[in-house]
């Protein structure tokens, strides 16, 4: 009785799987009302420090020459926890730092705690202070000693908080065989088909940046690249049926996917929004305002 109350309770409080391989959705409820916005931090501000965040984290993986896989897991590590704390109880810096630094452990690629600290030191002062301004990472510092304290305690906190479960499906694996699908499965990839593929390829890139790997199953999301991309460039294909009912989508998750990917589009480039006092006076704060001078 014990064993079924607890895994009742695991039911209401972390996202549901389904299928085969564990495919992790957020509850209805829990996406209502993120534990940042139940603090009080706006709506906008949060989406735009989780896009500050997981572009952090993408410019730390192309440092560290990790595969997009990787970076991706990452990203979306970082906007699983942030369904479970608050921007207040954890800021935004050391947590990019912590999911980067798990998902090179998830996905094989591991890299050390002085790396993640020297390439996100490095992007910050280049960001603020310019090339010209960038200086060794000390690790006698305090500022290093201080972080890399932060994300040893922090990875321990995001696995507990996840309920260590870091398996991530990526809606990328299935672009290469939904385009083949489309095109015919007995022909090569043409001229036109391989543009749909890679423009799709970035488009689920950019969605990284977003929660929308949490709202919808990755094959849908897959699908929805692949319908934006296709009107971009004005392709056609199958109406009469649809053709994305083949993969088990329906019209309006494609177009609230492609909604969220194109408001990307639509933003300023994206910079952190303080979300407390303190603030001002982390790093980011003294770097920016350093930098103003």
């Not at 039911?11 to 564990?22: I, N």
């Not at 030191?121 to 280049?126: A, H, Q, S, T, V």
């Not at 499906?169 to 095109?183: A, G, N, S, W």
Request: hydrophobic share 40%; aromatic share 10%; net charge positive.
């Amino acid at each position: 009785a014990g064993h079924r109350k607890a895994a009742a309770a695991r039911k209401t409080t972390f996202p549901r799987f389904g299928g085969k391989m564990p495919t992790y959705v957020m509850p209805e409820e829990l996406l209502a009302e993120t534990p940042s916005r139940l603090v009080g931090i706006p709506e906008e501000d949060e989406k735009t420090n989780r896009i500050f965040g997981c572009e952090l984290i993408a410019l730390a993986g192309i440092m560290l020459r990790v595969s997009q896989a990787t970076i991706n897991t990452g990203q979306i590590l970082f906007h699983r926890f942030y369904y479970r704390k608050s921007m207040i109880d954890h800021k935004v810096l050391p947590v990019a730092m912590t999911a980067l630094f798990l998902a090179t452990k998830v996905e094989e690629e591991q890299r050390g705690p002085r790396d993640i600290l020297n390439v996100f030191d490095r992007i910050l002062k280049r960001r603020y202070l310019g090339s010209s301004n960038i200086d060794a990472f000390n690790r006698t510092s305090r500022r290093y000693q201080t972080w890399s304290r932060d994300v040893k305690k922090l990875e321990l906190v995001m696995l507990k908080e996840l309920g260590y479960t870091v398996y991530v499906d990526h809606p990328h694996r299935f672009i290469l065989f939904y385009v083949k699908t489309l095109v015919g499965a007995n022909r090569s990839l043409t001229e036109t088909s391989q543009q749909l593929a890679q423009k799709a390829w970035n488009y689920l890139n950019d969605a990284m940046r977003t929660d929308v790997c949490l709202r919808y199953r990755p094959e849908i999301i897959a699908t929805a690249a692949i319908f934006l991309t296709v009107r971009i460039l004005q392709i056609n294909l199958p109406t009469n049926p649809p053709w994305y009912r083949l993969f088990g989508a329906t019209r309006l998750e494609l177009e609230e996917i492609a909604s969220i990917i194109s408001e990307l589009y639509t933003r300023e480039k994206a910079e952190y929004v303080y979300v407390s006092q303190t603030d001002q006076k982390s790093y980011i704060g003294r770097l920016r305002e350093k930098g103003s001078k």
